[in-house]
């Protein structure tokens, strides 16, 4: 990995990034964003001056160490959290200063998260977990089992609708945790560590997945520590301190 000595690290990034995605069309932009955790008076600076976009159809991974400010950056990108300084536009809407009620409506109808424990509720159903999210938007019923029924077909366990996550492998527990992404036909799809508690071949299944969901044209945002996996994706944007120093196109 290589460490940029200037004073804006990003500077470069944040241009190459402006090149990038097929489509044009910025989805998410970051601009001098930064966190800083405060704790007896010691001050923890998570993430400092990063600027960041992606573009609708892109497929990018954010990689680095451990403690070097990914899971808080996906964090902020998801308005789970909040930045301290920064810009954030989601989809050209600055969403940074957004009160507790419109981050939770945009979360709703304009993310999906795929997490690493899968965070399915194991009394309810596959089909019940897909269609939880869309319960919150006032949605009937038959447009729901319409978009959940589409969905797990789209990552092929539409025949494991009425199983509970228990009676299911690591592997299909995480494919249904996507379904529950997709649903919603979110503008970004943000991963977090989605192999991290799977073996090597499930992880390799859900990896693929991924990768034939970015075909069909979804936006993903993928947090890895693994290198392997992060050169799944066409863009890879290495983290260090807090900080973007580096950028490499795949392909």
């Known amino acids: 990995m290589t460490v940029s000595t200037s004073d804006r690290p990003d500077t470069a990034n944040r241009n190459a990034s402006s090149n990038g995605g097929e489509n044009g069309k910025a989805m998410l932009r970051l601009d001098g964003l930064s966190k800083v955790f405060t704790t007896d008076e010691v001050e923890t600076?998570?993430?400092?001056?990063?600027?960041?976009?992606?573009?609708?159809?892109?497929?990018?991974?954010?990689?680095?160490?451990?403690?070097?400010?990914?899971?808080?950056?996906?964090?902020?990108?998801?308005?789970?959290?909040?930045?301290?300084?920064?810009?954030?536009?989601?989809?050209?809407?600055?969403?940074?200063?957004?009160?507790?009620?419109?981050?939770?409506?945009?979360?709703?109808?304009?993310?999906?998260?795929i997490f690493q424990s899968f965070n399915l509720i194991g009394d309810l159903t596959v089909f019940e977990n897909v269609e939880l999210p869309l319960t919150y938007r006032g949605m009937g019923a038959g447009e729901r089992r319409r978009l959940v029924g589409e969905a797990l077909e789209r990552v092929s366990m539409g025949h494991r609708a009425r199983h509970l996550p228990g009676q299911l492998s690591g592997g299909q527990q995480q494919r249904v945790a996507v379904a529950r992404a997709l649903a919603g036909d979110p503008l970004i799809l943000l991963a977090d560590e989605p192999t991290g508690n799977l073996d090597s071949t499930n992880g390799d299944a859900v990896m693929e997945l991924l990768q034939e969901l970015h075909k069909m044209g979804s936006t993903i945002c993928m947090v890895t520590h693994d290198n392997r996996f992060a050169r799944h994706a066409e863009r890879t944007v290495q983290l260090f301190d807090g900080r973007v120093v580096d950028e490499q196109r795949q392909r």
């Open 45 to 113: 600076h998570a993430l400092s001056g990063v600027h960041l976009e992606i573009r609708k159809g892109e497929y990018v991974a954010i990689s680095g160490p451990s403690g070097c400010g990914k899971s808080t950056l996906l964090s902020i990108l998801g308005l789970l959290d909040t930045p301290t300084g920064g810009a954030y536009w989601l989809d050209g809407v600055p969403v940074q200063s957004l009160g507790f009620a419109d981050r939770a409506r945009i979360r709703n109808r304009q993310i999906g998260f």
